[in-house]
């Protein structure tokens, strides 16, 4: 890498964004001047050279009507000319020089008409046409002493051979003070007219010279200052952005940051700016809400250990210690449970990468199915498992299929159904019971933690009330859904889950053999 380019990389970054802008439209302007400066004048050239053939022509015009017998005191004072005998002596002209005298190859030439044949007659001669030729001149001499040029150069000049004329209107022809030779006789002439680039070359390097010393520099600095006020004006949405940010960086998270009504890029970052804030602000509620309902939830296990234990101790004698010690081991079990519970609802929270690893679903929910034969309690299972492979680790589909089946075992009279399809990409659990069920207004309160629906029910019997916070997390982790529906084949409730499955697994597969029907 050279050197330049190193400071390029070093100075660059440093600049803000305003600079940045400005320099950068200050080199594109002067860029487009150093482009278009060169058009502009060969646009320009064009259009007055275009302008001196014009002139040309009609000099041409009154010169034919000049030397036929016209007055030509206008055509003498203007148009570079020449008129030439048949040998191809200067009879008269204007401005032109003869360079015959530097280079033969630079005279001006007559034009003859072809000689016919001896003993043929003559025909009729019409009017020649007017024709265009060029000369090439070398560097320092020119047929014009305004267009000395330091270069060769190509100059163009229009010709004609005139009618006849008259030994008379030749000596008319001939400028004063130098009057025709005695032999002069009726001939033909030929005319020369130059095209006359002088206008356009002066006004062409005039324009150019302006506008790239002049111009395009002024010009230039007003696009960069245009540049650096339009940017910061862009750039105000973004100052309060970053001002409101500083709020929220201080503790005000109810902040929000304007969004701009201009539908570009600054738009979207305050609205994913917003949308961050709103999901920072709901977690930091949350997270209040979770440690004071953990706080609630541990301050009667904990009151309840710690009376176990201080009563025995004040009477000794009287105290059962087995008793004593399995009861504050039950109470220690429920705090180690809910610990566990708060400790999975954080990892699950935060656990989103499941890449590479999948997971059978139908086997992992008929192996639960399987255990809950030997539970002690008398229910029925009913299952209908279609094969599923789910993309992620084993650990969280498993806790949110026990989680279900906990919920429904500990509600149901005798029957729990499991049924599990997949349908377009997506595995649909569903898990029901013939319990109470849960009431139209409590189905989605009953997947926030902490929440417990029948409040008479003893701690003992029933959970801390994050068994469905947790499925909904874990189905939320794993990129599904879960929803508490109406009831459908059994009266009570109805829980629903919704899972994307792995790719390349089958859509509608068979029946896993044997897994419908009862269980237990």
């Known amino acids: 890498m050279s050197a330049d380019r190193r400071r390029w990389r070093r100075w660059w970054p440093a600049l803000g964004v305003r600079a940045r802008a400005a320099l950068a439209a200050l080199v594109a302007s002067a860029l487009a001047f150093v482009v278009a400066a060169p058009l502009v004048g060969d646009a320009v050239h064009a259009l007055l050279y275009r302008e001196a053939e014009l002139n040309a022509i009609y000099a041409m015009t009154d010169i034919r009507v000049w030397i036929r017998g016209g007055d030509g005191d206008s055509i003498l004072s203007g148009?570079?000319?020449a008129v030439l005998t048949e040998e191809g002596e200067w009879l008269n002209g204007n401005y032109l020089s003869d360079r015959r005298q530097e280079d033969p190859a630079l005279g001006l030439t007559p034009l003859r008409l072809a000689q016919p044949a001896d003993g043929v007659d003559r025909p009729a001669v019409p009017v020649q046409p007017v024709e265009a030729t060029s000369i090439r001149y070398p560097a320092g001499i020119s047929p014009y002493y305004r267009l000395a040029s330091p270069e060769p150069r190509i100059y163009h000049f229009l010709r004609v051979l005139t009618e006849p004329v008259s030994s008379a209107r030749l000596a008319l022809l001939v400028p004063p003070g130098r009057r025709p030779a005695p032999e002069m006789r009726e001939q033909r002439l030929t005319v020369y007219v130059m095209i006359d680039p002088t206008i356009a070359d002066e006004t062409t390097a005039v324009v150019t010279d302006h506008l790239l010393a002049l111009v395009a520099p002024v010009a230039s600095l007003f696009v960069a200052l245009i540049a650096w006020l339009a940017t910061g004006l862009?750039?105000?949405p973004v100052e309060s952005i970053r001002r409101q940010m500083a709020a929220v960086r201080g503790g005000a998270f109810h902040e929000r940051v304007p969004v701009p009504r201009a539908r570009d890029g600054i738009h979207r970052l305050a609205r994913t700016t917003n949308d961050t804030l709103d999901r920072l602000q709901h977690a930091l509620d949350e997270q209040r809400r979770l440690v004071?309902?953990?706080?609630?939830?541990?301050?009667?296990p904990l009151a309840a250990l710690r009376s176990s234990l201080e009563v025995p101790l004040a009477h000794p004698t009287a105290a059962d210690w087995p008793t004593v010690v399995r009861g504050a081991l039950?109470?220690?079990?429920?705090?180690?449970?809910?610990a566990d519970d708060l400790l999975l609802l954080a990892r699950a929270e935060r656990d989103t990468d499941h890449s590479g690893d999948t997971v059978d679903l139908h086997d992992m929910i008929a192996e639960q199915l399987a255990e809950r034969r030997y539970s002690g309690r008398e229910l029925t299972y009913e299952s209908e498992l279609d094969e599923a492979v789910l993309p992620g680790r084993e650990m969280l589909p498993a806790r949110l299929v026990r989680n279900l089946l906990d919920n429904a075992a500990r509600h149901a009279h005798g029957r729990v159904a499991v049924r599990l399809t997949v349908a377009g990409g997506w595995a649909h659990l569903t898990v029901e019971d013939d319990g109470p069920g849960i009431p139209a207004a409590d189905r989605e309160r009953v997947f926030e933690r902490f929440v417990r629906l029948?409040?008479?029910?003893?701690?003992?019997?029933?959970?801390?009330g994050l068994g469905l916070a947790l499925v909904r997390t874990i189905a939320h982790s794993l990129g599904g859904t879960v929803a508490a529906k109406p009831p459908s084949r059994l009266p009570g409730a109805r829980l629903v889950v919704r899972l994307p499955v792995a790719s390349g697994n089958g859509i509608g597969p068979p029946t896993v053999p044997g897994g419908a029907g009862p269980t237990a």
């Open 330 to 338: 039950t109470d220690t079990e429920r705090l180690q449970d809910l």
């Open 234 to 236: 862009a750039l105000r």
């Open 454 to 464: 029948d409040d008479a029910r003893d701690r003992h019997s029933g959970g801390a």
């Open 79 to 81: 148009q570079p000319f």
């Open 292 to 300: 004071a309902d953990a706080s609630h939830e541990l301050r009667s």
